[in-house]
């Protein structure tokens, strides 16, 4: 009676084992299949606050993963920290390959440099490992194409020569000229005085635009900051283009002086001062260099009304290492109007002439830069 009344349940125990096993031995590899490769770890060295990096990272990742099924969990990583660029160097020379470009991504065995790379090559990388459970063999890029320059460095170009040429860079550099023949300055002394103020102006122009580019990519490190700094900007570009309508309808109307996109009258009187300070130095070349430095300052007030626009729009259209290079490239087009007034007092036009000359073309100028604030204000969300 014992041993009839407890065989069924014998027989049931040793069921659920024998199930047990075969699920253990047979359905596990089955059930986990789904979810083997569900998951792929990639690092990812970018550049916080640059449009193309985090474009990749919160739209085209999450594309990607739609159109996988795999989710990509990423470790990204700021470039500019020199930490951690070091670190990139380290990993990219233990793949054996050399740093060219950066974003760079590294996914098993194979390391991607640059947005095409990276976007031409990840889904094959994720499609292998896939269907194969193993990452794809390292592959050799043997020819990393050169980056082309794109449309979106014209405005920077632009801007920086329209800004050597407003009134508030060029009606100081007239005074400047002006005040040097009053005094009887030689032509090769006027030469020497422009060459140190020009490099100065370039100098102090330059240094400002790198601490601001730095100061704007640390605020834009979110999608919703970048936001909010793309609709700041183009409401100052909007106000600063109403204003230079304004200033346009004065000068066709013959009221220039009336214009609101000028040096305020305190700030014209503190440069006008610093420059007849510096003219009446007898160690010329030193003067010139403070006056460049201080006027540079002091002139920020009007220059940098495009200046600190095309800063903002440097900062959402472009890396910090290819920012760098336009900051250049602005600064270059910025001095040259300088250069070439200080090179026609040498070969024997006045200063009355030029600034006839100004003020002949002064509404082109002023047409010239509302073009410019319009294509900063739309170029910020375009390029």
Known sequence: MFRQR?????YFNHLIIFLFTVVSLFGLPVFGEENKYERISIEYYGEIGCSHCDTFLDKTVPKIEKATGINLEIRAFDILDSAVYDECLEKIK?????????????????????????????????????????????IEIQNYPKRPMKMAFLPVVAAGLI????????????????????????????????????????????????????????????????????????????????FNIRDIILIRNGSSQSMTLQLPGPLKKLIHGNIRNASRSSVLFLSALAAGFFVSILELACTGQIYFPTIAYITQTESFSRGVPLLLIYNVGFIVPLGVVF???????????????????????????????????????VF
């Open 163 to 242: 800004d050597g040429v407003n009134p508030c860079a060029f009606t100081t550099l007239i005074f400047f000229i002006a005040f040097l023949s009053y005094l009887g300055r030689s032509k090769k002394e006027i030469l020497t005085t422009g060459i140190s103020f020009t490099f100065a102006v370039f100098l102090t122009y330059f240094f400002i635009g790198l601490g601001l580019l730095n100061v704007f990519r640390s605020v834009v490190v979110t999608p919703s900051a970048q936001f909010v700094f793309k609709l700041v900007v183009t409401a100052a570009v909007s106000v600063l283009f109403a």
């Open 343 to 381: 090179l026609a007092v040498f070969f024997g036009i006045s200063s009355d002439k030029l600034s006839d000359l100004f003020k002949k073309h002064m509404f082109g100028v002023k047409l010239a830069m509302g073009i410019i604030f319009a294509l900063l204000g739309i170029g910020i969300w």
């Open 94 to 138: 233990s793949h054996g390959d050399d740093f060219r470009y950066f974003p760079v991504l590294f996914i098993g065995n194979n390391i991607y440099q640059g947005s095409t790379h990276i976007e031409a090559n990840l889904i094959p990388e994720i499609e292998y490992f896939k269907s194969r459970g193993v990452y794809r063999p390292k």
């Open 6 to 10: 407890h065989l069924p349940i014998l």
